[in-house]
């Protein structure tokens, strides 16, 4: 019966996207409401609208309250948990996704400073350490194990805030944003399901349900037709909050919820290890070069990617690939070898697999500017010889007008 609710759902989620994604396009062309264009963006020529994340919200909070009401007080369906468990950190999720919802709308229209919206997502992260949901085992990562409260709680909502910029900051692909919090939704859901956490798979798979039409519209979307729209900050910050409730509840370990699981903290961060990497190595990069952390550049991985002479949907298809690389190998290698060295790995693997994107990067550059150099003597010699017939032919003729 948990099953049949939960496809239920993700079937419903599915469906009333597909249904409101082409009304919010009629309302953002009819008010204009577009995505600014600007030398950083990668689709600089072309107007598409932007509001396609105000969807997820409401779909999302809908659902899982009428499956909430419907499994307890229709069906009495057993979901083989405590409420007193559940509830707290789910009403607080609701809350916090209403609170990025309504900054994300306010951005997505008339634009917030990135303090406020800091401000915003610091608040957002205090709602689960006060819910009860907060990391208080690290399973022997630099060899520790249980974390008091003052320390996992400040942890927690930093890797909240952290989780939410990082799916914000890869929205720079057609799909690739939506594409990561879909997998990691999958996985993390299929996970849960596996343990019996019914109400976590149930909200990761309306999550999912969500994302589907809209990745269809993101990346197939035909633009000329005005079938093409973007998430925007309000999609974007949302989907980095559910991201992260979801990851943290698979980390924290808690009978009540799901079994204990030695590797479960590695596991639950897998799908996030791309995109939170990437922030790290370019805010890092910012830092180094003094310039402020926030603002906006393009060293992240998909402009890489579109530097090494790859498509946007190749370099999309390749980023998930490697999400879904490094869930399958972390998922695997807990159960083998211990946490830390499972890290190790992940990290050397990242580090390795950048060093050759770093050298494909500057190996496609170079080619590109002897290609360029090379048309441009060809033009050089191309003028002179035109040049040198126009003066012959020239002479000629003024030579043939004196014997005349």
């Given at each position: 019966m948990?099953?049949l ?6 079937v ?5 996207s597909r249904g ?9 062309y009819?008010?204009r409401?577009f995505?600014?264009v600007n030398?950083?963006k990668v689709?600089?020529?072309?107007i598409i ?5 105000v969807i997820?919200?409401?779909?999302q909070c809908?659902?899982f309250?009428?499956a909430l009401?419907f499994?307890?007080?229709?069906a009495?369906?057993?979901m083989n ?21 309504m900054?994300g709308v306010?951005d997505?229209?008339?634009g917030?400073s990135?303090?406020w919206k800091?401000v915003?997502?610091i ?8 819910s009860?949901?907060?990391i ?9 194990v ?6 996992g709680m400040?942890l927690?909502?930093f ?9 914000n900051l890869?929205d720079?692909?057609?799909g690739?944003c939506?594409g990561?919090?879909?997998m990691?939704c999958?996985?993390l859901g299929a996970l ?14 309306i999550?999912v349900?969500v994302?589907i039409?809209?990745f ?5 979307g035909?633009t ?9 900050d309000t999609g974007?910050?949302?989907?980095g909050?559910?991201m992260?409730f979801?990851?943290?509840s698979f980390?924290?370990?808690n009978p009540?919820?799901k079994?204990?699981?030695?590797g ?9 290890i ?10 890092f ?5 003094g310039?402020?952390?926030f ?5 992240h991985l ?5 530097r090494?002479?790859m498509s946007?949907r190749t370099a ?8 879904l690389f ?6 695997l290698m ?7 060295i ?11 697999m950048?060093g050759?994107f ?5 190996r496609?550059?170079?080619?590109q500017a ?12 191309y003028r002179t010889?035109s ?5 012959e ?11 005349q």
């Amino acid at each position: 019966m948990e099953i049949l609710l939960v496809v239920g759902c993700f079937v419903v989620a599915l469906l009333l996207s597909r249904g409101m994604i082409p009304v919010i396009m009629l309302v953002t062309y009819k008010k204009r409401l577009f995505d600014p264009v600007n030398d950083r963006k990668v689709h600089n020529k072309c107007i598409i609208p932007r509001l396609g994340g105000v969807i997820f919200v409401p779909i999302q909070c809908f659902l899982f309250v009428v499956a909430l009401v419907f499994a307890v007080k229709i069906a009495h369906i057993e979901m083989n948990v405590q409420s007193w468990v559940f509830l707290p950190s789910f009403m607080m999720l609701l809350c916090g996704l209403g609170m990025l919802f309504m900054v994300g709308v306010v951005d997505d229209l008339i634009g917030v400073s990135y303090k406020w919206k800091f401000v915003v997502q610091i608040c957002a992260a205090s709602f689960f350490p006060l819910s009860g949901l907060w990391i208080n085992d690290l399973y022997g990562l630099g060899l520790l194990v249980s974390l008091p409260a003052w320390v996992g709680m400040p942890l927690t909502m930093f890797i909240v805030v952290l989780i939410i910029n990082a799916i914000n900051l890869i929205d720079g692909l057609d799909g690739l944003c939506s594409g990561v919090v879909a997998m990691g939704c999958m996985v993390l859901g299929a996970l849960f399901m596996y343990y019996g956490a019914w109400w976590h798979t149930l909200f990761a798979f309306i999550t999912v349900g969500v994302l589907i039409p809209f990745f269809y519209y993101n990346v197939f979307g035909a633009t000329r037709r005005r079938r093409r729209i973007f998430m925007g900050d309000t999609g974007s910050m949302t989907l980095g909050y559910s991201m992260a409730f979801l990851a943290i509840s698979f980390a924290m370990n808690n009978p009540y919820v799901k079994p204990f699981s030695e590797g479960a903290i590695v596991v639950a961060f897998s799908t996030l290890i791309i995109p939170v990497m990437d922030v790290a190595r370019v805010m890092f990069i910012r830092w180094r070069k003094g310039k402020p952390v926030f603002k906006p550049d393009r060293n992240h991985l998909h402009h890489k990617f579109l530097r090494m002479g790859m498509s946007h949907r190749t370099a999309m298809l390749s980023i998930l690939g490697l999400v879904l690389f490094f869930s399958a190998f972390n998922i695997l290698m807990v159960e083998m070898i211990s946490n830390n060295i499972v890290i190790l790995c992940d990290v050397a693997l990242w580090l390795g697999m950048h060093g050759v994107f770093e050298r494909m990067e500057k190996r496609y550059i170079q080619k590109q500017a002897m290609v360029t150099s090379q048309s441009t003597s060809l033009t050089q010699v191309y003028r002179t010889e035109s040049k040198m017939k126009l003066k012959e032919g020239v002479a000629l003729q003024g030579g043939d007008a004196y014997v005349q």
